[in-house]
C-alpha cells in the first residue's frame, strides 16, 4: 500500500533526524598473517562446535571421501553437477568398489526429488567458497550447480574446503571479494551442525539442520 | 490451553495487570527457579565471551556508533532497501500496524491458495499476532523453532525474545510433549526430546506452501536479508517452500554489507555468549533463472507499528538501536524474579517496557515504566549502549506530563498523571528549594520520631519503618558551630 | 576515565537528605575524615535535597527545580562531595540530561564537573592512606547501583578497604545485584522489592561477615529494615563511620 508507504516514510522524515557521518572507531576481528595460526583457529573453532574435520592432500581426496561414507554406513549420497573436485566425488561415490553406495544428482528442479531428499538421502557433499578462521566457518554461495537444499536437508553435510581460501575474518572476506557489487540469491556461513539450547539450556545437536557436519580440509598451501 | 501465572489464562496476559501478574509469579517457587538457573547461566556465557574489557568498549562503541548513522538515515536507508530488494526480484510491503501486516500476510497467502505456513522465528509475527489472525483465514501456523515450538503446543506464549521457552524445565518439555503427541515416551534426555521436535517438524518443512521468518539485519546496498541461527528451521522455511515471506520492523535496515560483521559478534557473544551461530543465512532475491531449488517469490513485510513514534526525538530513537539480543532481560533483577509471561506484553525485560508504550500506548504500560528500580544492570550490557534507565526516566516523564514544547503527544500522553502526586511533587519542589520550610519538615520528623508509624503500607510489609535520628545533621553542625563559638 | 583535580584545600560537603534524617553521624564522620585529609570542609546549611525523588516519578520540571536551588548554593569553584553514589549520580550525571540544550548548559556541566563521590574523593584527590588499628574482623560491603554503575566507585569503596590490614573482605552471591530500593520503587512495587530484599539480606547474612558496610544510605534504609524485620542480627553502617572507626578517629 503506498499510502501506508508515504505515511511511514513522511513521520520519520518529521522527525527531521540529523544524518550521522561514518564512523571513526574500525573494527578489529581477530587476524593473522601466521598461516599455521590461521589454519589451526579455524580448525579449533570447527572442532569445538562438533564438526568432523579431515585433512588431506590433493591426491588423497576422493579416498578420503570414500572412506568417510564407508565408514559411516552411508548408502546414498546427494551431489551436484559440477564443481572443482566434482570428478573426485563422482570417482568417490560410484566405484566399483563401493556398490553399495547410491549417488542422486541434484539436476533437476527440487519438486521431483524432494521427498527422496528428506527421507532418503544420508549426506548431502558440497563444495565452499571460503573460510573464515575466526570463528571456525564455512562460507558456501549456493548455485545452479550445487543448490541450497544440498547442504542442509540431508542429515550429514560433508563440505569441501581448500586451504588457501580460509582467510582470518568476515569483514575481510567481504570486503577482499567485493560482496556488494554482487550478491548471488543466497549466502550461507556454517560453522558447524545443527544445535539448540532451547530446553533448560542444555546444549543438544540435530535440531533441524544437518545433525552432522564433516569438513574435509585440502591442504593445498 | 495453558495456564499461567497461577490460573490466569495465557490468553488474558495484559500489560494493565501487571501488578497481579507479577505478584503471582513471584509466589511460584518452580518459576522462580527456572528463571534464576536460566539468567545465571546466560549471564556466565556472556561474561566469557566479553572477556576483554578494552575490546568490549570497543565492539560495543562500534556498534552503537553503526546503529546510531543508520538510524540517523533511516528513511533513505528504507527507500534504498526498497529499490535494491526490488532489482532483486523481492517483492516489499509497508505496514502501518499488525491489522496492515496481518491483511498483507493473508493475501499472499490465499493467492496461493496456502493451508499452512511454516515459521522460523520471528518476535514481529508474535507482535502482530500472525497465528492468530491466520487461525481465522483457516490458515495453520506452525511452529518451527524448538522453542515456539513447545510453546505452540502447550498454547502458551514466549517467555524470552531468545529462548522462548526458558520458563520450562525439561521435565515440563517431556509433559507437553506427551500431552500433546502421539506415541511419545516420556523422558529427562534432551537429545531425545530434541529428535522428537526434529522428527515431528521435518515432514511440515517439507509440506509447507509458505515460510515465514523475521530479518536480523537488512542491508539497504545491497537489498540483503540476513538471519541468524543455530537450528537450521531457519533455513529450512526460506529455502523449502515455495513461497518465503519475511517481515521486519523497520529499525534494521543498516547502510553497508561491512556494516553487518560486528554487529552480528555483538549479537551472538550477547545474547548467548556464542562467537557466532551455527548459520547465517543471506537472502538476496528468490530463484534465478536456472536454479533449481529456492522459494520463487520473496516478499519483505516492513512495519512501523509505534516505531516511527519512538523515532521522533534524538534521545527517544536510541531506544530502536536494538538489536534483539536478549542481554538486558538476562541481566535484569526484576525479569530474573518474575519471569517474561508477567509483563504481558510481546517482548519482556527492560527493552519491553521501553518499546511496548510506543506499540501499544502508554496507558496500557505505565505500570511497566515503573517497575524498574533503575539500577542499570540493562544498559551495562547492551551492545549497542541504549540508556534504557534514561529512556525509562523520559516515558515517566511523558506519562505524567504534557508533552515537550514542539512536540506532538505520545501515544498515552499523561496516561498516568496524578492530580493529587503531582501537587506533591509541587509541593516537595517548592520545599527543597525553600530551605527553611524545608529544614522545619526535617526537624518536625526528628522531634515527632516516637509517633511514627509502625505502619507504612507497602514498605513495612517486609521491613520495619525507618527512624529518623534525633537531631539532624543540619542541627548537630549548628549546635557544633554555636559550641565553638562559645 | 574521569580525570580527578589535585588536592584542594576547600571543598563543599553534600551530606544528602536521607543522612541528614537518618544517619547524621555518618556525616559527621565524613567530614572528619576529609579534615583528617587537610581540607576545610564547607558545609552550606541551605542544602536539601538532590530531587532525584521528582526525577525517577517523572516530574522533570519539579526535579529540574530543585536542582537549580542546590546549585545555586555552591558558588565557588571547589569540589562538591556527595556521601552518597546515587545522589553522586545524580548530581553528577543526571543534572547535565535535565540540562542539556538549557542555555546554562555550560554552567550545568562545570558544576557536574565538580562533583564527586565521598570515596572516589578520597582515594583519587586526596590520595589517603589509612592506617587500621583495630582489631581483626571481617566485613561485607553493598554498592549502590548508581555507586557502580554511574560513578563506577565500586572501585575506590573496595580500595578504601583494602587498606585496611586487619579487615578481612568477604563477597556476597550475587555481589552486583540490585538490593530493591530504588527510592519509589519499593513503594510502587513493593512485592517484586520484596523478592529483591530478601534475596540481599539472605546473600549478606549467608557470608556471616562481623560488620555490614555501604555508602549509600537509600540501600541501607531498605536493608537494614528488612534485616530488623527479619530479626537478622546483622546490621549495615556507613562506610565513612566504619572507616573512621577503624582508623582510630571515633
Not at chain 3, 545555586?72 to 540544550?101: A, I, Q
Not at chain 3, 550545568?108 to 572516589?120: Q, S
Amino acid at each position: 500500500m503506498s499510502t501506508s508507504r508515504n505515511a511511514i516514510l513522511s513521520r520519520l522524515r518529521d522527525a527531521n533526524p540529523e544524518a550521522k557521518a561514518m564512523e571513526t572507531i574500525t573494527y578489529q576481528p581477530w587476524v593473522s598473517n601466521d598461516a599455521q595460526l590461521t589454519r589451526q583457529r579455524f580448525i579449533d573453532g570447527l572442532s569445538a562446535s562438533h564438526a568432523e574435520i579431515i585433512s588431506t592432500d590433493r591426491d588423497a581426496l576422493n579416498n578420503v571421501i570414500k572412506n568417510i561414507v564407508v565408514s559411516k554406513q552411508f548408502s546414498r549420497i546427494a551431489l551436484g553437477t559440477a564443481g572443482e573436485f566434482h570428478s573426485d566425488i563422482v570417482k568417490a561415490t560410484q566405484s566399483l568398489e563401493t556398490p553399495a553406495i547410491e549417488t542422486m544428482t541434484f539436476d533437476c528442479d527440487i519438486s521431483d526429488l524432494k521427498s527422496a531428499l528428506f527421507n532418503d538421502v544420508d549426506a548431502g557433499i558440497t563444495h565452499c567458497r571460503a573460510g573464515i578462521a575466526d570463528t571456525g566457518t564455512l562460507v558456501l554461495w549456493p548455485d545452479i550447480s550445487e543448490p541450497r537444499t544440498l547442504s542442509l536437508v540431508p542429515p550429514c553435510h560433508i563440505a569441501l574446503i581448500k586451504r588457501s581460501t580460509i582467510v582470518s575474518n568476515f569483514a575481510e572476506l567481504m570486503v577482499t571479494q567485493t560482496w556488494q557489487n554482487n550478491m548471488p540469491t543466497n549466502i550461507v556461513l556454517v560453522s558447524g551442525p545443527s544445535k539448540t539450547a532451547d530446553i533448560q539450556q542444555t546444549l543438544a545437536y540435530g535440531a533441524h539442520g544437518p545433525s552432522q557436519l564433516v569438513v574435509i580440509l585440502i591442504e593445498d598451501m | 490451553m495453558s495456564q499461567s501465572n497461577n490460573g490466569v489464562h495465557i490468553q488474558e496476559l495484559a500489560p494493565e495487570h501487571f501488578h497481579d501478574q507479577a505478584k503471582a509469579a513471584l509466589a511460584d517457587p518452580q518459576l522462580r527457579q527456572n528463571f534464576r538457573g536460566a539468567m545465571d547461566y546466560l549471564q556466565d556465557k556472556r561474561k566469557t565471551a566479553f572477556s576483554n574489557p578494552a575490546e568490549e568498549k570497543h565492539i560495543r562503541d562500534l556498534s552503537e556508533a553503526i546503529r546510531q548513522r543508520c538510524l540517523s538515515k533511516l528513511p533513505d536507508l528504507l527507500e534504498q532497501l526498497e529499490t535494491n530488494c526490488t532489482n532483486n526480484g523481492i517483492q516489499v510491503h509497508w505496514a502501518q500496524n499488525a491489522e496492515e501486516a496481518n491483511a498483507i500476510i493473508a493475501a499472499i497467502s490465499q493467492r496461493h491458495n496456502a493451508k499452512s505456513i511454516v515459521k522460523g522465528k520471528s518476535m514481529v509475527s508474535e507482535e502482530i499476532e500472525l497465528n492468530h489472525e491466520m487461525a481465522k483465514l483457516g490458515i495453520e501456523c506452525l511452529e518451527s523453532d524448538m522453542g515456539e515450538y513447545i510453546v505452540q503446543l502447550d498454547g502458551d506464549k514466549p517467555s524470552h525474545i531468545i529462548m522462548p521457552a526458558i520458563h520450562k524445565n525439561k521435565q515440563e518439555v517431556s509433559d507437553t510433549f506427551e500431552k500433546n503427541l502421539d506415541n511419545f515416551t516420556p523422558t529427562l534426555d534432551v537429545d531425545e526430546l530434541i529428535q522428537t521436535g526434529r522428527s515431528r517438524l521435518r515432514q511440515k518443512f517439507h509440506d509447507a506452501d509458505i515460510g515465514l521468518s523475521g530479518v536480523n539485519f537488512a542491508v539497504a546496498e545491497t537489498g540483503t536479508l540476513c538471519l541468524v541461527e543455530n537450528e537450521g528451521n531457519g533455513r529450512m522455511c526460506t529455502t523449502v517452500p515455495n513461497v518465503h515471506i519475511a517481515i521486519t520492523g523497520i529499525e534494521k535496515v543498516v547502510e553497508f554489507l561491512t556494516d553487518v560483521p560486528p554487529l552480528y559478534s555483538a549479537l551472538t557473544r550477547s545474547a548467548t555468549g556464542q562467537a557466532i551461530t551455527t548459520y547465517f543465512n543471506m537472502i538476496s532475491s528468490p530463484r534465478r533463472d536456472g536454479e533449481l531449488d529456492g522459494p520463487e517469490e520473496v516478499h519483505l513485510v516492513l512495519l512501523d507499528n509505534g516505531r516511527s513514534q519512538a523515532f521522533r526525538d534524538e534521545e527517544m530513537r536510541k531506544t530502536l538501536q536494538c538489536i534483539r539480543c536478549g542481554a538486558c532481560m538476562n541481566h535484569c533483577p526484576v525479569y530474573t524474579r518474575i519471569g517474561g509471561h508477567a509483563y504481558g506484553t510481546v517482548y519482556p525485560g527492560p527493552i519491553g517496557k521501553i518499546i511496548s508504550p510506543h506499540m501499544m500506548g502508554l496507558e496500557k504500560t505505565k505500570d511497566l515504566i515503573t517497575a524498574s528500580s533503575l539500577c542499570g544492570a540493562c544498559g551495562e550490557v547492551c551492545p549497542v549502549r541504549i540508556p534504557i534507565p534514561e529512556m525509562l526516566q523520559r516515558l515517566r516523564n511523558e506519562a505524567k506530563n504534557p508533552p515537550k514544547p514542539d512536540m506532538p503527544a505520545m501515544r498515552g500522553q499523561e496516561a498516568a498523571a496524578s492530580k493529587a502526586e503531582s501537587l506533591a511533587m509541587k509541593g516537595f519542589a517548592f520545599a527543597a528549594s525553600h530551605p527553611s520550610i524545608y529544614h522545619m519538615g526535617t526537624w518536625s520528623a526528628t522531634k515527632m520520631k516516637a509517633l511514627m508509624p509502625s505502619n507504612l503500607g507497602p514498605w513495612t510489609q517486609c521491613r520495619t519503618a525507618p527512624k529518623p535520628a534525633s537531631k539532624t545533621l543540619h542541627q548537630l553542625i549548628k549546635a557544633r558551630k554555636q559550641g565553638e563559638k562559645s | 576515565m574521569r580525570i580527578y583535580p589535585a588536592k584542594p584545600i576547600k571543598a563543599y560537603f553534600y551530606a544528602t537528605c536521607l543522612v541528614d534524617m537518618f544517619d547524621p553521624e555518618a556525616g559527621l564522620d565524613a567530614i572528619t575524615l576529609l579534615e583528617q585529609q587537610g581540607i576545610e570542609v564547607i558545609f552550606i546549611e541551605k542544602q536539601t535535597c538532590c530531587g532525584q525523588p521528582a526525577y525517577s516519578s517523572g516530574y522533570d520540571k519539579e526535579a529540574k527545580q530543585v536542582a537549580q536551588s542546590q546549585m545555586d548554593l555552591f558558588t565557588e569553584n571547589w569540589p562538591v562531595v556527595v556521601l552518597s553514589g546515587s545522589c553522586g549520580g545524580m548530581m553528577h550525571h543526571h543534572y547535565r540530561r535535565l540540562f542539556k540544550d538549557d542555555e546554562n548548559q555550560a554552567h550545568v556541566d562545570a558544576f557536574c564537573d565538580r562533583v564527586f563521590e565521598m570515596t572516589e574523593f578520597l582515594v583519587n584527590v586526596c590520595r589517603v592512606k589509612l592506617n587500621d588499628k583495630g582489631e581483626s574482623t571481617s566485613v561485607v560491603m553493598h554498592t549502590s547501583c548508581a555507586a557502580r554503575r554511574e560513578m563506577n566507585v565500586h572501585v575506590t569503596a573496595t580500595q578504601l578497604l583494602t587498606q585496611l590490614d586487619n579487615v578481612e573482605i568477604r563477597e556476597q552471591a550475587y555481589e552486583s545485584e540490585c538490593c530493591g530500593f530504588g527510592g519509589t520503587f519499593a513503594v510502587r512495587h513493593p512485592n517484586i522489592s520484596q523478592a529483591m530484599v530478601e534475596d540481599k539480606t539472605r546473600h549478606l547474612s549467608d557470608t556471616q561477615a562481623s560488620e555490614f558496610v555501604s555508602a549509600d544510605w537509600g540501600c541501607l534504609l531498605n536493608i537494614n529494615g528488612a534485616l530488623e524485620y527479619q530479626g537478622k542480627p546483622m546490621r549495615g553502617r556507613h562506610l565513612a563511620s566504619f572507616l573512621l572507626e577503624r582508623t582510630g578517629g571515633k
